[in-house]
């Protein structure tokens, strides 16, 4: 039986469903809700809090108040060597750092916007879990903050490092060279192609090669004829 | 050109199915084999041009001349016809799905 009357129309069948396949995928695809994305989580720490016995730091949570959605906002107390995790509470207002000489803690209402004790940083953190592309191997990221400075009206804390710690339990620390930008971790997702990259890459490259099946076995059937 | 993504899909088989007509009017000749390389040719040729098509005529031309170039060449190995044939094949096929995309995107 001739071998090209079987291979042709296969080759056929196989790519027009291919074909068809690709061409269903943005259509399938569109019904979906945020797919490939994981759950991360993510909280930090201030690293040298010993260095400054006489103060106590805060961090706030601003959350949806339960009438008329007005926001209210609190704050914590940070313990020594704790990993601050801020829970699904995020309502736009990002957690501040705060810093509070322990004697003053008693003073007046923490929470107090206008309670004077209470120093800001002016350093924001983020909330506690947040999404990333399910092929990233990351599986907790942790900041370490740093005290530069605190005096009575102002006080200095910086991002000095970022731990990742990936999927198969092996961690990496990162220091920061931007207090803006976290170090990207070495590790990085294999990111899938999109449906656009796929018609524009993959279609071309799956025909071009068929196409050179086709030509290379009708060229070796011709070659065996002669 | 910036189309959105659903549209796409749609946009090469209506080109595909545009040419195919084209080549089969003019071969009169092994429907599927011809459906087969034509959906090939365009699988080729066509993600190409929609990517480096922005706007204008003038590139709308000059992006159909490269695809009329390589179309031509394609069926010629394809369909095992003749460079001229495949040239006029390539041509009219072309100047099809052109003329019925200028004449949509005035719509």
């Not at chain 1, 695809?29 to 490939?36: C, E, K, Y």
């Not at chain 1, 940083?121 to 942790?142: A, E, N, Q, V, W």
């Not at chain 2, 796409?8 to 209506?14: A, E």
């Amino acid at each position: 039986m001739n071998s090209r009357k079987i291979v042709e129309p296969a080759i056929s069948v196989i790519f027009l469903m291919w074909f068809v396949l690709i061409l269903s995928a943005p259509i399938v695809s569109a019904d979906l809700i945020v797919p490939g994305q994981k759950s991360v989580s993510y909280c930090f720490e201030i690293s040298n809090m010993a260095d400054f016995p006489d103060y106590s730091f805060l961090t706030s949570i601003t959350y949806q108040g339960s009438y008329e959605g007005a926001n209210i906002t609190k704050r914590v107390v940070i313990k020594s060597g704790e990993c601050v995790v801020l829970y699904g509470i995020y309502t736009g207002y990002p957690p501040e750092i705060y810093a509070i000489k322990t004697a003053d803690m008693s003073k007046e209402n923490i929470d107090s916007q206008s309670n004077p004790y209470v120093i800001p940083s002016g350093l924001h953190m983020m909330r506690g879990i947040y999404t990333l592309i399910d092929t990233d191997p990351t599986k907790s990221i942790k900041d370490y903050l740093e005290i530069v400075s605190i005096t009575s009206d102002k006080f200095e804390i910086a991002k000095s490092k970022v731990l990742y710690t990936y999927e198969d339990g092996t961690t990496e620390e990162k220091t920061y060279t931007d207090q803006n930008v976290r170090p990207a971790p070495s590790r990085a997702p294999i990111i899938p192609l999109s449906t656009h990259e796929l018609l524009y890459l993959g279609v071309p490259a799956a025909a071009l090669m068929i196409i050179s099946i086709i030509l290379v076995l009708r060229k070796s059937r011709k070659g065996k004829t002669q | 050109m910036q189309m959105p993504l659903s549209q796409l899909p749609l946009v090469l088989l209506v080109t595909i199915a545009i040419e195919y007509l084209v080549i089969i009017a003019m071969l009169r000749k092994e429907p599927l084999k011809v459906l087969l390389y034509a959906t090939l040719v365009n699988c080729i040729t066509w993600p190409p041009a929609m990517f480096f098509y922005t706007g204008g005529m003038l590139q709308l031309f000059f992006i159909e001349a490269i695809v009329f170039i390589v179309e031509s060449v394609l069926l010629k190995y394809l369909l095992q016809i003749k460079m001229r044939k495949a040239f006029m094949l390539s041509l009219v096929a072309n100047a099809a799905t052109a003329l019925l995309g200028v004449a949509l995107s005035m719509i």
